[in-house]
C-alpha cells in the first residue's frame, strides 16, 4: 500500500485531524520527503513569536521566505487570520484574508481586519509567490493575543501590605490568596503587575521565567503588565497564587543613594482570568480578601544586594493547603491611576552558566572564585552549614595589582548577598530581586570546597536572540568582538544601562546613542529600544529638552546635553536602519522634532553655544604626547550635533511624507553648517580644535564645504599619526572616526588603530585581560594602577561602538539606506590589518547575510550569502581579473548583472543566494 492509499484508509476510519496529522508526520519521516521548494517560517507578530499580549490595534507581521533556489524574489503573498487554528488551515472562519496582494513587501505589514477586542486570540497563516512561478504551501499556523485594551478590563485592585511598605529596604512582602474552582478548564491567564518587581507562583509553581519585571518604564506615565499562560499550573478545585515584590527600580535606592524614585509603597495589581471549557470565565482578582506575611527576603536591592534568612521560608506558602491564619490583611489602594501598558520589549530572563574558572586564595587571604568571565547576575550555590550560619558573597569585577579583591569602584553599591542556613543539611539558594556585575566572588563564613558542583554564575539580561557574528584571524580582534558583545549583554537589563555594578545602573543616553548601531548588529534589539524610546517620549520635557538618562530619574533641570540628548534622532534612525522599521519614526517623530526646536529656541544666530555638555567624554588626556591636542571645543560638538539631529529629522521627515518639514528643515541645516563653518573653521580647513574629534565629526556629519572636505581628513590622519596611531577620542567621536578614514580612503589608518595594543585603544584592555568593554581607555593604567575609582567600570559598552565598523568595513555587511532593513544588502569587505581572514553573520528579518574572505598567498575569496527576498551589491576590493564564481567566469554567472570597474575594486549586483567568488589581490605599485 503507498502513501495515498494509507492516507485514505485512515481518512475513511474517521481518524481526528490532529491525530492523522501525526500520523502524517511519521509515515513522511519513513518514506522519502517530497522537496518543498519554497516554504514559508519564522512568523512573527511585532517582533515577537506568538505573544499574548498586544495592545497594538493593527500589529505588523513579518516572515521569512525558506528556499535553497537562488534568485528568489516573493511577487505576492496571501495572509489569512482566523478564531479557530483547525479551521484555518481548512480555509473556515476566516476572520481577515488578504487574498493574493502582489507585493514583495515580507515585513512590517500591518493586520488590517476588523477590529480586535481585549484577550481576544487570533490564529494567523501565510503563504508566498515567487518569480518562478512557485507558491509555498500555507505555513504552520501562528497566533497572537490581544491585552487588555480597555481600563473598564482591569477589575483588580491595588493591593499592599499593611506597615512596611514605605520601607526602602526593607522585607519583601508576600502576597497571596486561594480559591476553588469546580468546573473543567480550558484556559488559564495571570494578568499582573506591580509597584516594585515581582515573583508569582500559582500552586507552589514559579509562573514564567521573567527576572525583574515589570521592567523599568517612566511608571508615574507607563507601567507595564505581564501576561502568563497558566493554563498547566490550574486545577479543578482548591488552588493558590502567592507573589512577592522586591523594591526594584519602584522605590529602591538609586543614583546617589536616592530612593522612592516613583513611590514609597510596594504594591500588587494582578488578575487571573480562568476559562472554563463551557466558555464561562471567572476573574479571580487581587483585593482585600489577599492575605499578606514576610518571609526569607529581609532586604533586596540592585545596588546593595539581598539579605535572605531561610530560617523564615514558609514551605507551601503559594499552596492551596497552606495554612494562612496568621498573616495580615492587606491594604487596598483606589487612589493609584496607573497607565497601565502590556510589555513589549523583550523581559529579562537567565541566560549563560559559568563554572568556576579557579578557586583561589588572595595575598591579604580572602577566598575567591573567578568565573572568567565579566558577567551581569548572580552566583547561585548549593553549600552545607549549621542552623543559622552566615556565609556572605561579596562582588567584583577586577583583583588589585597585587591580586586582592577590589571593590572600590563600586563606590557605595555594596553588590552583597548574605544568606543564614535554616539546618544542618545542603541548601540551595539564588537571589530574587538583585543583581550583580562582577566576575569574582568572594566568598566569607564558608569554608568547605567550591567548585563546579555547588557554585555556579548565571547571566541575566533581556531576552535579545544573538544575531550577529564577527571573528577574524587576530585572536585579540575575536576577543575585543566577545567583549563587545559581553558589553551589550550586561548592560541591556531592560533598558541600556551606563554600567551594572556601581551605584548609577541608569540609562543614560550618550552611551546609547554611541552604541545603537553596533547594538543592531549583534542583538536582536527591535523590540528593546522601540520600548525604551516610548520611555523617553514619555520623559521628554513640554520644551523639547531630552534628561540625560531615560527613565528620567535624575533633578529635571538636568537635560540638554549634546550627544546625549541627540539620541531622540539618533536611535529611532538607526532601528529604522536595521528593521526597515517606519513606525519607529512615526512614534518618535514629534520627539525628534520638539528636539530639534528646543535647540532651535536656545541657539542665537544658528549656532547652539548655550547651555552645559559633557563634551567629549572621556577622551584621551594623558601627557605623554607633546602637543597634547585632544580637548574639543564643546560646543563645536554641539553644533555637529544639532546639524546631525537635523539631518536626521530631515530624513525621517521625507519617509514619512512631511514635505513641508523637509523643505523648513533643509533650509534650517544650511544656516546651521554655514554657522558652523564661520565660527569653528579657517579659511583653508583648519578647525580651531585640531583634534580627532573635531574633524571626525566635522567629515562624518559633511559639516564641511566639498572643496575642504579632502584636506581636513588629511589632517586627521596626520593627528593620528602625531600620537604614534594610536586613538583620543572620547564616547563622541569613538564611533565614527574609522568609519570616516575609510570613507576618505584611509581604512589603513582605521586599522591602524584597531590593531594598536598599547594605551590607548581597543585592544590594550584585551591585552590586559578585559572580558568587556572598559568605561575608560585606561581603566587599568599601564603600571597596574586603577584609574579614579568615583568612575572606573570595567563593563561599559560605549567603546564597543567600534563594532558598527568591524561589521559593516571589515567583513563588510551593510543595508542601503534607501532600501533599508537590509533589503537591499551592501557586501564590501575591506581587508586589512595583516588580517588574512574575516567573516560575519547577521541574521535579518529576511534571513542570514555572510560575508567571508580569506587571503591566501594573494589569493582573495569571499564567500558570501543573499536571503531570498533580497538583492545585494557586491565590491571587492583590490582586483584583477579574472573573477570566478565556484569556478565560473563571473560574466557568465547569469545571476550577476551591472559588473563594472570602480577603481580598483569591480562591483556588480546579485540575487539572492549563496556565492563564492576567487581572484589575486592586485598588488600595490604593481602591474597585474
Known amino acids: ?165 514605605d520601607t526602602t529596604g526593607g522585607p519583601a512582602p508576600m502576597f497571596r490568596k486561594t480559591f476553588k474552582l469546580d468546573r473543567k478548564i480550558r484556559a488559564a491567564h495571570l494578568y499582573i503587575t506591580a509597584h516594585g518587581v515581582f515573583e508569582a507562583q500559582i500552586n507552589g509553581k514559579r509562573v514564567g521565567d521573567d527576572y525583574f519585571a515589570p521592567g523599568w518604564t517612566s511608571y508615574n506615565k507607563r507601567l507595564q503588565y505581564n501576561v502568563y499562560d497558566v493554563t498547566s499550573s490550574i486545577l479543578k478545585g482548591l488552588n493558590a497564587i502567592g507573589v512577592t515584590i522586591g523594591d526594584g527600580w519602584y522605590r529602591g535606592y538609586t543614583y546617589n543613594r536616592k530612593k522612592n524614585v516613583y513611590g514609597k509603597k510596594l504594591g500588587l495589581l494582578c488578575q487571573l482570568e480562568v476559562v472554563y471549557t463551557n466558555g464561562q470565565r471567572e476573574i479571580i482578582n487581587s483585593d482585600k480578601t489577599w492575605k499578606v506575611a514576610y518571609g526569607p527576603i529581609r532586604s533586596s536591592s540592585f545596588f546593595d544586594g539581598e539579605v ?111 544568606y543564614v542556613f535554616k539546618s544542618d543539611s545542603v541548601e540551595t539558594y539564588e537571589p530574587h530581586f538583585t543583581f550583580q556585575g562582577f566576575r569574582f566572588m568572594k566568598i566569607v563564613g564558608y569554608t568547605g570546597p567550591l567548585d563546579s558542583t555547588n557554585v555556579a554564575a548565571y547571566a541575566l539580561y533581556s531576552d535579545m536572540a544573538q544575531t550577529g557574528s564577527f571573528s577574524t584571524s587576530n585572536k585579540l580582534v575575536n576577543q575585543l568582538q566577545h567583549n563587545i558583545q559581553w558589553g551589550q549583554k550586561g548592560n541591556f537589563i531592560d533598558v541600556p544601562t551606563d554600567c551594572p555594578q556601581r551605584d548609577e545602573r541608569m540609562g543614560w543616553t550618550g552611551d546609547a546613542q554611541a552604541f545603537c548601531r553596533t547594538a543592531t548588529f549583534n ?95 572621556l577622551f584621551y588626556a594623558g601627557t605623554n604626547y607633546e602637543d597634547g591636542a585632544a580637548l574639543t571645543d564643546k560646543n563645536l560638538i554641539a553644533q555637529a550635533f544639532y546639524a546631525h539631529s537635523t539631518q536626521l529629522l530631515i530624513n525621517a521627515a521625507r519617509i514619512l511624507g512631511h514635505s513641508d518639514d523637509v523643505q523648513t528643515y533643509t533650509q534650517l541645516l544650511y544656516n546651521i553648517k554655514k554657522a558652523f563653518n564661520s565660527e569653528y573653521v579657517t579659511p583653508n580647513g583648519r578647525m580651531i580644535s585640531g583634534t580627532q574629534t573635531s574633524y571626525v565629526l566635522a567629515l562624518n556629519f559633511d559639516m564641511l564645504p566639498e572643496n575642504l572636505r579632502a584636506s581636513a581628513a588629511k589632517r586627521l590622519v596626520s593627528n593620528i599619526e602625531d600620537y604614534d596611531e594610536h586613538i583620543t577620542t572620547g564616547f563622541l567621536g569613538t564611533p565614527y572616526i574609522c568609519h570616516v578614514l575609510s570613507r576618505f580612503g584611509r581604512t589603513d589608518i582605521a586599522y591602524d588603530l584597531l590593531m594598536k595594543e598599547s594605551y590607548p585603544s581597543w585592544l590594550y584592555p584585551v591585552k590586559n585581560g578585559a572580558t568587556t568593554i ?28 567600534i563594532g558598527d565598523w568591524m561589521y559593516r568595513v571589515v567583513a563588510g555587511i551593510n543595508t542601503d539606506e534607501d532600501d533599508p532593513g537590509f533589503h537591499k544588502i551592501i557586501i564590501a569587505p575591506h581587508p586589512g590589518g595583516k588580517l588574512t581572514m574575516a567573516q560575519a553573520e547577521l541574521e535579518t528579518l529576511y534571513g542570514k547575510i555572510k560575508s567571508a574572505w580569506t587571503i591566501d598567498q594573494g589569493i582573495f575569496t569571499l564567500d558570501i550569502t543573499v536571503p531570498p527576498n533580497t538583492t545585494a551589491q557586491v565590491i571587492l576590493p583590490s582586483v584583477t581579473d579574472p573573477i570566478t564564481e565556484n569556478g565560473l567566469d563571473i560574466n557568465t554567472v547569469k545571476e550577476i548583472t551591472d559588473i563594472k570597474k570602480v577603481g580598483n575594486d569591480e562591483q556588480f549586483a546579485v540575487v539572492s543566494g549563496s556565492y563564492h567568488f576567487v581572484y589575486t589581490l592586485r598588488v600595490p605599485g604593481k602591474k597585474n
Not at 78 to 101: H, P, Y
Not at 398 to 413: E, M, P
Not at 774 to 797: A, L, Q, T, V
Request: glycine residues 8%; aromatic residues 12%; charged residues 20%.
Open 1 to 165: 500500500m503507498n502513501y495515498i492509499q494509507i492516507m485514505g484508509v485512515l481518512k475513511k476510519a474517521g481518524l481526528s485531524t490532529v491525530l492523522l496529522f501525526l500520523l502524517q508526520a511519521k509515515t513522511f519521516s519513513q518514506v522519502q520527503p517530497l522537496p518543498v521548494p519554497l516554504r514559508v517560517e519564522n512568523l512573527i507578530c511585532e517582533y515577537k513569536t506568538n505573544p499574548i499580549a498586544v495592545d497594538a490595534a493593527n500589529p505588523r507581521l513579518s516572515w521569512k521566505l525558506i528556499t535553497q533556489d537562488r534568485g528568489v524574489q516573493q511577487t505576492s503573498y496571501e495572509i489569512r487570520v482566523g478564531s479557530n487554528a483547525v479551521s484555518l488551515t481548512k480555509g473556515k472562519d476566516i476572520i481577515w484574508g488578504t487574498g493574493r496582494i502582489y507585493s514583495p513587501q515580507s515585513i512590517q505589514i500591518y493586520y488590517g481586519g476588523p477590529m480586535l477586542g481585549s484577550r481576544q486570540k487570533v490564529y494567523w497563516q501565510v503563504r508566498v509567490w515567487n518569480n518562478k512561478n512557485q507558491v509555498s504551501p500555507w505555513s504552520m499556523v501562528n497566533f497572537w493575543k490581544m491585552g487588555l485594551l480597555k481600563k473598564t478590563d482591569w477589575t483588580a485592585q491595588w493591593i499592599q501590605d499593611t506597615y512596611l511598605s
Open 308 to 418: 535572605y534568612d531561610a530560617r523564615k521560608q514558609k514551605p507551601g506558602w503559594a499552596t492551596g493547603t497552606y495554612k494562612d491564619a496568621t498573616w495580615d490583611t492587606v491594604k487596598t489602594d483606589t487612589t493609584i491611576k496607573a497607565n497601565l501598558i502590556a510589555t513589549s520589549g523583550p523581559t529579562v530572563k537567565k541566560h549563560e552558566k559559568f563554572s568556576p574558572l579557579k578557586v583561589l586564595t588572595t595575598p591579604a587571604g580572602e577566598r575567591v572564585v573567578d568565573f572568567g568571565q565579566n558577567l551581569v547576575g548572580w552566583v547561585q550555590f548549593k553549600l552545607q552549614g549549621k542552623a543559622g550560619d552566615t556565609v556572605r558573597l561579596y562582588h567584583a569585577e577586577v583583583l588589585d595589582q597585587k591580586g586582592n579583591f577590589y571593590t572600590k569602584n563600586l563606590r557605595t553599591a555594596k553588590q552583597e548577598i548574605t
Open 523 to 617: 542583538m536582536d534589539v527591535a523590540g528593546f529600544f522601540t520600548k525604551w524610546l516610548k520611555d523617553l517620549s514619555a520623559d521628554q520635557h513640554k520644551d523639547g529638552a531630552v534628561p540625560y538618562v531615560i527613565p528620567n530619574m535624575l533633578d529635571s533641570t538636568l537635560s540638554a546635553a549634546s550627544g546625549w540628548s541627540d539620541v531622540a534622532t539618533i536611535a529611532p534612525w538607526n532601528i529604522y536602519l536595521a528593521y526597515n522599521d517606519k513606525q519607529v519614526l512615526q512614534q518618535q517623530y514629534n520627539s525628534m522634532k520638539a528636539w530639534v526646536g528646543y535647540i532651535q529656541r536656545h541657539s542665537r544666530n544658528y549656532l547652539w553655544d548655550t547651555g552645559n555638555h559633557f563634551g567629549d567624554w
Open 774 to 801: 572598559w568605561e575608560r581607555w585606561d581603566g587599568i593604567k599601564p603600571d597596574g594602577s586603577f584609574e579614579d575609582p568615583e568612575m572606573n567600570s570595567f563593563n561599559h559598552y560605549a567603546y564597543g561602538a
